[in-house]
C-alpha cells in the first residue's frame, strides 16, 4: 500500500510537522477534503469549520517555521459537540439547543487549543450524551465505518461519542475528545477500533461541558494509538478552579509511561464480568489479553468485584436522576429552540415536547420518578449507598491488584436495525464500563482484534485513582501484542 | 414497584415534557419495564453503608469573595430567543 | 405580662407562630459567581453565565458566605456543624434559570440556637432557632411591562441568603415584631446582613396556627409568604389568626397552604397552587463537594466576632451605670453605642448618657441626620461634656455651645472662646455683682432674712444675668448664702 498522509498518527504527524516534512496547511486540508468526501455518508460531524481550521493552520505553520508551537501544533482534531466552543455552534445533538452558540470555550477544549490543537469541526453524538449507538442524535445517526466482512449493513459507532470514534477511525481527524459518563468513550472506541481513555473522574475539568450526569461525566481523548490519547490527555487534564469537583494535581507526561511494561504488574479478572450469554468471541478475547499481559511479564490474578450486576441498574438511578435536574435549565428562554406558549407553563411544555427526543424524554421522566416524593429513599439514596458498595469493590481490589482488565463491550457493532427495542437491553451495552464510571477510577479500552465477522472488539483496563500511568503502560503491551493495524472499510486513506 | 399512567403523566407534568395521552401510555410501559429491572437493588443490604456523595478525591474549595465575573449582558443575552431591551421574556406570569 | 389571646365566640384562643426569615448576606460577589451582589444596577447586568444557567457552567463557593454563615449562627448561640451540604431543589419558574435552586436541605450550616427578645413590659423570652442554611435567591419577574408577557431580570439570582427558621415558638404579634427586630439587630451587628428591609434584604414567611386556650398540640397551619416589614409581619399574624379562628369556630377546618398578605385590604388570601404543585425532588448538589470547615477556622471567626446587643448592654450597664432602659436605646444600632462609648469613655459617663439620650438624640432629629452623619462628632461631643466637668462652662452655657456645634461643627472649646463663654469663677467679681443685687433689692433681702427662702432662687436668677450666665453656679450659691446670712 503506498504511503499516505491518513497513514499518519498524531504522533507522527506531530514529527512530520515539526521536522516540516509535511505543513499544517498540507495537512488540515487532506483532512477537510476527507470529511468532504466521507462524511455525508458518515454523519460524524454537526458542524464543520474548515475556514476557521485552515485559518488556524497558516499561524501554526507560521510557529513551526520558527520552530515554536505548543504539543499539538498544527494537528487536526475533532471536538465532541458536548464541548462549549466559543462562537461554534454547540447542540449537543438536540434540537432543543437549535442554533445555541455559546460566548465562552469550555476548559477542555480550550487547554487543546492553547497547545495549537486545530479543530475541523463538532462531531456528532447520542443526544445529550444519552444513548450507547449514536442513533438518537438529533442530527441524525452516525455510521460506523466498519463493515461486516458478509454483509453492507450499516453498523452503529457505540455512543455517546459515537461521532469522535467514527471520525477518528475513519481518518477525518488525528484524535477526538469524547466524554464518558458510562461507557461513552469506551464503547465507541471498541466498536470503532481505536482507542479511548476514560480518566480518573476530577482529572479534566467538567467547566464548559453540558452536563449529562454531574457526578459520572469525565472528559477523555479518543485516537488511533494510546500514545496519541496520551498526548491528547495531557492537554485537555488539569486543575480547573472553575469545576468544584476538578482536582488539584499535578498532570504527568503521559507518554513517558508508555514504555514502562508490566512485568511485576498485578492484573486482575474479575469473576463477574464473566456474565451469562457472554459471547465466546469476546470470551476469547478477553483471554487474548491475559495470555498477552502474562506474556509481558503480569502476574494475573482472579479477583471479585461482588457488586458489578447491581452498577448498571445503580448507575441509571443515579444517572438520570442527575439528568433530569441537569436538563430543567432547557425551557427556551435565554437560550436555544422556544416554542412559544399562551402561559410560562406551556410555553416549558411546548418548548420540551418538541426540543428533546424520546430517549431523552425517557430518560428526564425516569430521573424525575425516582426523585419523586416517596421514592427518594427507594432509589436514588439506595442507588448512591450502592455506589459507595461499587467503589469499595474497586478499592478492596486493588489492595492486592494494580489494574484490572476486563472486554469493554458485551459485544462488537451491531447493525442500526439490530438495536434493540427494550431500552433495558440497550441499556446492557454499558455493564461492563459503568462500574468504573460509579466508582470514578480510570479506565480505557485498546482495540484488540475483529471478531469472526471483521468487526473490531476492545479490550479495558480500569486502574487506581490518578493512576492513568499504569493504564497506559498496560495497554500499551495489548496494543502492541494486538498490533492492530486493520482498517475500517470506509477510510480516508483508501481512495473510492 | 408498579408504575401507573397516571404517575407517569405526574412526572411528565413536573418535568415539563408535555406529553400526549398516547406517549404516557407509551412511555408508562416502558418506564414500568426499567424501574422493574432497577428494582433489583433491593437485593442489596446497604445496611449502615453510607450514600456515596461526590468521589471524595477532590479538596473542598472555596473562593475568594471578589467580583470576578457579570457585566456581560450582552453576552447573557446573545442567545436569547425573545429579547425585549435588557431582558429575558416569557409569557405573561399572573399571580 | 397577661398572655396574647384572641377572644372568639366560644372561647380564648392562643396564637402560634414560627418565622422564617430569609436575610441576603452581605459579600462581594454571589453564592456561586464571581457576580456582584450589588443591591440595583441595570437589568441583567450584575449576572454571569452561571447565574444564568448556560450549559456546562458550574457552581463555586464564596468563602466569605460561608464565613457570613459562622458568624451569624455563632451569634445566634447556635451549633455550628462542621459538616454540611448543598442540595438541589427542583422546580420551573421564569426567574430560576437553572430549573433548580442550590439550597441546604439536609445537611445546613447551622443548627439550634435561640434569640433573646424583650417585650415592653420589659419580660424576657427566648425564641429557639430551628437552623440556618445558605441558598441562592431567584431572579425578578417583571409583570407590569408589557400586556403580554413578563420581563426578567436576573440581577438578583444566585445572591447569597441565610434562611433563618424559628421554633413556633412565638405567641403574639408583639413577641413576633420583637424576634424580627432582634434578629435584625443581630445580623446588623455580625455585619452579616445590612436588615434592610425594603431592599428586600430581609423577608419573612410567616406560618400561623391557633388553639384554645390550653389545647396539646397544634392545628394545621397556613403560611405566609414573603412579608416584606415587621409592621406587615404583626398585622398578618393578627388577620390570619383571627382569620382562622373564624373558620375554626363555624365548624369549617383549615387548609394547609401558601397565603398572602394583602397590607391594604389588611387580609391574607390564598396563593391558589395547581394540582401536585410541588414536589421538590431534592438530592445533593453533584456539582460541590460537601461543606467541610475546620473548628479552628470556626474558634478564628468566634473570637473574631464583634460584641453582640445583649453583651454590650450588660457591659454597658456595668461600666457606665446605665438602666436598663437606657443601655437597650444606646445598643440599639451599634453606631450609637460605638458613638456613647467613645463620648462616656474617660468623661463623666451620667451626664454623657443624659446628653446623648437628650440634647443629641433631638438634635439629630431636628436636623434629620442620622448618627452616621451627625453634626456633631463624638469627640466634640465629649470635649464639650469635659469643659463642663472641670467647669470651664456652666450645664446652662454648654446648652447654647452645643447649638452653635450643631450649627457650625466648630469645636466647643473654640466656641467658648469666640463668644467669651468661659465660666466666671473669680469670688471677687461674684462678690461685687452680689453686693450690687442686695444693695438694690434691700426689701427681698428684708424679706428673705424673716424667713422667705423661696426667694433664694430669685437672687441667684439675678446674679447670673448680671455675670450674663457664666457664673459657676457652685460659687454663686455659696457667696449668695454667705453674704444673705451676714
Known amino acids: 500500500m503506498m504511503s499516505s498522509i491518513f497513514d499518519h498518527t498524531l504522533a507522527s504527524a506531530r514529527e512530520a510537522l515539526r521536522s516540516r516534512k509535511i505543513s499544517a496547511v498540507e495537512l488540515v486540508d487532506a483532512h477537510i477534503d476527507a470529511i468532504e468526501r466521507l462524511d455525508d455518508g458518515l454523519n460524524s460531524f454537526i458542524t464543520r469549520t474548515p475556514e476557521q481550521a485552515r485559518l488556524a493552520a497558516k499561524e501554526a505553520d507560521a510557529l513551526l517555521a520558527k520552530g515554536e508551537g505548543g504539543s499539538l501544533c498544527g494537528l487536526p482534531i475533532g471536538i465532541k459537540d458536548l464541548f462549549a466552543t466559543e462562537g461554534v455552534r454547540t447542540t449537543a445533538a438536540s434540537k432543543i439547543l437549535g442554533n445555541f452558540v455559546p460566548p465562552y470555550e469550555s476548559t477542555v477544549t480550550a487547554n487543546l487549543k492553547r497547545d495549537g490543537a486545530i479543530s475541523l469541526g463538532k462531531l456528532n453524538l447520542d443526544e445529550f450524551a444519552m444513548g450507547s449507538t449514536n442513533l438518537t442524535s438529533a442530527f441524525g445517526g452516525v455510521e460506523n465505518p466498519w463493515k461486516r466482512r458478509d454483509s453492507d449493513a450499516k453498523l452503529v459507532p457505540g455512543g455517546s461519542s459515537g461521532g469522535s470514534a467514527a471520525a477518528v477511525a475513519a481518518g477525518l481527524v488525528l484524535g477526538a475528545t469524547g466524554t464518558d459518563t458510562g461507557g461513552s468513550i469506551r464503547q465507541p472506541a471498541a466498536f470503532c477500533g481505536i482507542a479511548g481513555i476514560k480518566p480518573t473522574y476530577g482529572r479534566c475539568s467538567r467547566f464548559g461541558t453540558i452536563a449529562f450526569a454531574s457526578s459520572l461525566d469525565q472528559a477523555g481523548p479518543m485516537a488511533r494509538t494510546l500514545q496519541d490519547c496520551a498526548i491528547l490527555l495531557e492537554s485537555m487534564a488539569g486543575f480547573d478552579p472553575k469545576d468544584s469537583t476538578s482536582v488539584n494535581r499535578p498532570v504527568p507526561h503521559y507518554e513517558a509511561a508508555l514504555g514502562r511494561g508490566v512485568k511485576g504488574l498485578k492484573v486482575g479478572i474479575p469473576k463477574e464480568y464473566r456474565i451469562d450469554g457472554l459471547p465466546a468471541e469476546i470470551e476469547a478475547i478477553w483471554q487474548q489479553g491475559i495470555n498477552w499481559l502474562k506474556e509481558a511479564g503480569a502476574e494475573v490474578v482472579d479477583i471479585s468485584l461482588p457488586h458489578t450486576k447491581y452498577g448498571l441498574p445503580a448507575y441509571y438511578i443515579a444517572a438520570l436522576a442527575e439528568a433530569s435536574s441537569n436538563l430543567a435549565r432547557y425551557d427556551g428562554v435565554r437560550f436555544g429552540e422556544r416554542v412559544s406558549g399562551a402561559s410560562l407553563d406551556a410555553l416549558y411544555e411546548a418548548t420540551r415536547a418538541a426540543g428533546f427526543g424520546d430517549e431523552v424524554k425517557r430518560r428526564i421522566l425516569l430521573g424525575t420518578y425516582v426523585l419523586s416524593s416517596g421514592y427518594y429513599d427507594a432509589y436514588y439514596l439506595r442507588a448512591q449507598k450502592v455506589r459507595t458498595l461499587l467503589q469499595r469493590d474497586f478499592l478492596k481490589a486493588y489492595e492486592t491488584v494494580d489494574v484490572i482488565l476486563a472486554p469493554t463491550a458485551p459485544s462488537g457493532a451491531f447493525a442500526w436495525d439490530e438495536k434493540p427495542t427494550d431500552p433495558v437491553q440497550v441499556y446492557l451495552n454499558d455493564v461492563f464500563t459503568v462500574p468504573a464510571s460509579m466508582a470514578g477510577v480510570p479506565a480505557l479500552s485498546v482495540p484488540a482484534g475483529l471478531d469472526g465477522r471483521g468487526v473490531p472488539l476492545g479490550l479495558q483496563l480500569i486502574g487506581r485513582f490518578f493512576d492513568e500511568e499504569t493504564l497506559l503502560a498496560a495497554g500499551s503491551v495489548l496494543e502492541q501484542a494486538a498490533s492492530f493495524t486493520h482498517r475500517p472499510t470506509i477510510h480516508a486513506g483508501v481512495s473510492a | 414497584m408498579s408504575l401507573d399512567a397516571k404517575t407517569v403523566a405526574k412526572m411528565a407534568r413536573l418535568a415539563r415534557v408535555g406529553l400526549s395521552d398516547e406517549q404516557v401510555h407509551t412511555y408508562q410501559k416502558e418506564m414500568q419495564g426499567i424501574i422493574g429491572w432497577v428494582d433489583q437493588l433491593n437485593e442489596v443490604d446497604v445496611t449502615d453503608v453510607p450514600p456515596m456523595i461526590g468521589t471524595g478525591l477532590a479538596q473542598p474549595r472555596l473562593r475568594d469573595d471578589q467580583v470576578t465575573d457579570g457585566n456581560c449582558r450582552d453576552e447573557v443575552l446573545s442567545n436569547a430567543p425573545d429579547r425585549e431591551g435588557p431582558f429575558y421574556t416569557v409569557p405573561k406570569v399572573v399571580e | ?486
Open chain 3, 1 to 486: 405580662m397577661s398572655a396574647y389571646r384572641i377572644t372568639g365566640e366560644t372561647g380564648e384562643w392562643e396564637v402560634i407562630v414560627g418565622l422564617e426569615v430569609h436575610a441576603q448576606i452581605v459579600s462581594q460577589s454571589k453564592l456561586f459567581s464571581g457576580a456582584s451582589a450589588e443591591y440595583g444596577g441595570e437589568p441583567n447586568t450584575h449576572v454571569s453565565l452561571v447565574d444564568a444557567g448556560f450549559p456546562g457552567m458550574l457552581p463555586v463557593l464564596n468563602r466569605e458566605c460561608v464565613a457570613q454563615a459562622v458568624r451569624t449562627g455563632l451569634g445566634l448561640r447556635a451549633q455550628i456543624n462542621l459538616f454540611s451540604r448543598f442540595d438541589r431543589k427542583n422546580y420551573f419558574y421564569a426567574d430560576l434559570p437553572t430549573g433548580y435552586q442550590i439550597s441546604q436541605f439536609e445537611h445546613p450550616i447551622v443548627g439550634k440556637g435561640t434569640v433573646e427578645i424583650e417585650l415592653s413590659d420589659g419580660e424576657i423570652r427566648h425564641i429557639g432557632v430551628t437552623r440556618m442554611h445558605m441558598e441562592q435567591d431567584a431572579g425578578k419577574s417583571i409583570h407590569d411591562q408589557d400586556p403580554t408577557r413578563s420581563f426578567i431580570d436576573l440581577n438578583r439570582a444566585g445572591v447569597a441568603l441565610m434562611e433563618i427558621v424559628s421554633e413556633p415558638d412565638i405567641r403574639s404579634p408583639e413577641e413576633a415584631g420583637a424576634y424580627l427586630r432582634k434578629l435584625r439587630q443581630i445580623l446588623r451587628y455580625l455585619g452579616t446582613c445590612d436588615g434592610n428591609m425594603e431592599e428586600g434584604s430581609m423577608r419573612a414567611d410567616v406560618n400561623v396556627s391557633v388553639r384554645r386556650e390550653g389545647e396539646e398540640g397544634y392545628r394545621t397551619r397556613c403560611e405566609i409568604k414573603n412579608v416584606n416589614s415587621v409592621r406587615f409581619v404583626m398585622q398578618a399574624i393578627e388577620v390570619e389568626a383571627q382569620r382562622q379562628v373564624d373558620i375554626w369556630e363555624s365548624g369549617g377546618e383549615i387548609d394547609q397552604e401558601t397565603r398572602l398578605f394583602d397590607h391594604v385590604k389588611s387580609e391574607t388570601r390564598s396563593l391558589r397552587t395547581k394540582e401536585d404543585a410541588h414536589d421538590y425532588r431534592y438530592f445533593p448538589e453533584p456539582d460541590l463537594l460537601p461543606l467541610v470547615i475546620e473548628q479552628s477556622w470556626v474558634d478564628e471567626l468566634k473570637a473574631a466576632l464583634p460584641e453582640l446587643p445583649e453583651d454590650k448592654r450588660a457591659r454597658l450597664e456595668k461600666e457606665y451605670g446605665v438602666s436598663r432602659y437606657e443601655s437597650g436605646v444606646l445598643t440599639a444600632e451599634q453606631s450609637v453605642a460605638d458613638f456613647y462609648e467613645t463620648v462616656a469613655r474617660g468623661a463623666d459617663a451620667r451626664l454623657a448618657t443624659n446628653w446623648i439620650l437628650g440634647d443629641f438624640f433631638a438634635a439629630l432629629n431636628r436636623t434629620g441626620r442620622s448618627i452616621e452623619d451627625s453634626p456633631v462628632s463624638a469627640e466634640a461631643l465629649r470635649e464639650l461634656l469635659s469643659l463642663i466637668s472641670d467647669s470651664t462652662i456652666n450645664g446652662k452655657i454648654a446648652k447654647e455651645v452645643f447649638e452653635d456645634m450643631v450649627e457650625t461643627g466648630e469645636k466647643p472649646s473654640v466656641i467658648v472662646d469666640r463668644k467669651g463663654l468661659r465660666q466666671v469663677t473669680d469670688t471677687g467679681a461674684i462678690e461685687a455683682a452680689i453686693s450690687d443685687i442686695l444693695a438694690a433689692n434691700a426689701d427681698k433681702v428684708e424679706e428673705y432674712r424673716s424667713g422667705k427662702d423661696k426667694l433664694f432662687g430669685f437672687f441667684v436668677g439675678q446674679t447670673m444675668k448680671a455675670m450674663k450666665g457664666k457664673a459657676n453656679p457652685a460659687m454663686v450659691n455659696e457667696l449668695l448664702k454667705r453674704l444673705l446670712a451676714s
